[in-house]
């Protein structure tokens, strides 16, 4: 059952120059599953929440975090003004954006922009836990400066050989590995050749998770249930 509590700031970590994840400090010990994500309400304003994929994972103990990109709207510009003390109304666990125990050892996942905040969350959980997985992780974004937790996956990789992070980017920087351009059937195939084999976990803006997921139906034949999507609605 989802729980909700006050919780207090005690760390704000800037990720882009628009992306920052809030460490908050519950006061007890809740049980979520790596994946899942939160209702954030502002205090003074209960009407005002967003729902937030919990970027944290459960063998990371003493906070639980949220990763958030900082729009224009009025959720985004009071967030964005607070400070570590500050404390924010938090109701979870929710979703099932979640590895299950018995799934195939063979996983991918296709992300773009801020969708990476539970997928960062399920791979340092199986990387802590040394789970036995071969993950694969295509990652899109603009530009190397929109890459969310990119030094936290580099490190990841250099500790689990079984996962590998391929950087998708409109616009390559010189020096830096990555395939220009976006994901589509050809760089799937390309960098997943097992993909036929593979669990693929979707998630982003829904535009995209819809695109992603037609192109992992229509033109590589996967079957749907194959695929587990978080549509971050809002983007
Ligand atoms: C399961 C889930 C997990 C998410 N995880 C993250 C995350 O980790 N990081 C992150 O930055 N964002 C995440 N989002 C998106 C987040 O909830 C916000 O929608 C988004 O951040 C835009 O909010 P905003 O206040 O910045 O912009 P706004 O301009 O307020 O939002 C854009 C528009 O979307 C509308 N909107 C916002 N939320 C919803 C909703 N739930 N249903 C319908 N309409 C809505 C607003 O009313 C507005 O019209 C997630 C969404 C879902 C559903």
């Given at each position: 059952?989802?729980?909700?509590?006050?919780a207090?700031?005690?760390?704000?970590?800037?990720?882009?120059?628009?992306?920052?994840?809030?460490?908050?400090?519950?006061?007890?010990?809740?049980?979520?599953?790596?994946?899942?994500?939160?209702?954030a309400s502002l205090r003074?304003?209960?009407?005002?929440?967003?729902?937030?994929?919990?970027?944290?994972?459960?063998?990371?103990?003493?906070?639980?975090?949220?990763?958030?990109?900082?729009?224009?709207?009025?959720?985004?510009?009071?967030?964005?003004?607070?400070?570590?003390?500050?404390s924010l109304i938090v109701?979870?666990?929710?979703?099932?954006?979640?590895?299950?125990?018995?799934?195939?050892?063979?996983?991918?996942?296709?992300?773009?922009?801020?969708?990476?905040?539970?997928?960062?969350?399920?791979?340092?959980?199986?990387?802590?836990?040394?789970?036995?997985?071969?993950?694969?992780?295509?990652?899109?974004?603009?530009?190397?400066?929109?890459?969310?937790?990119?030094?936290?996956?580099?490190?990841?990789?250099?500790?689990?050989?079984?996962?590998?992070?391929?950087?998708?980017?409109?616009?390559?920087?010189?020096?830096?590995?990555?395939?220009?351009?976006?994901?589509?059937?050809?760089?799937?195939?390309?960098?997943?050749?097992?993909?036929?084999?593979?669990?693929?976990?979707?998630?982003?803006?829904?535009?995209?998770?819809?695109?992603?997921?037609?192109?992992?139906?229509?033109?590589?034949?996967?079957?749907?249930?194959?695929?587990?999507?978080?549509?971050?609605?809002?983007?």
């Amino acid at each position: 059952m989802p729980k909700e509590l006050e919780a207090k700031i005690i760390e704000i970590i800037p990720r882009t120059s628009n992306v920052k994840s809030f460490r908050l400090d519950t006061g007890e010990e809740i049980d979520y599953k790596a994946g899942q994500f939160l209702c954030a309400s502002l205090r003074d304003e209960r009407d005002c929440k967003r729902y937030l994929s919990i970027s944290s994972s459960p063998t990371e103990k003493g906070y639980i975090e949220f990763t958030k990109k900082i729009t224009q709207s009025d959720f985004s510009s009071a967030l964005n003004n607070f400070k570590t003390g500050d404390s924010l109304i938090v109701k979870y666990p929710m979703g099932n954006f979640i590895l299950r125990d018995e799934e195939a050892s063979n996983i991918a996942f296709l992300s773009g922009g801020i969708g990476i905040t539970p997928i960062r969350s399920i791979c340092k959980y199986v990387v802590d836990k040394r789970l036995d997985k071969r993950i694969v992780l295509l990652y899109g974004n603009r530009s190397i400066n929109d890459i969310v937790f990119k030094d936290d996956f580099e490190i990841m990789q250099k500790e689990y050989p079984g996962l590998k992070v391929t950087h998708v980017l409109c616009e390559p920087a010189v020096g830096f590995e990555c395939i220009p351009g976006l994901i589509n059937a050809g760089v799937i195939k390309e960098q997943i050749p097992d993909y036929s084999q593979r669990k693929f976990y979707l998630c982003g803006p829904p535009g995209m998770i819809d695109a992603m997921q037609k192109t992992l139906i229509d033109e590589l034949f996967l079957a749907r249930e194959n695929i587990i999507t978080e549509k971050f609605i809002g983007y």
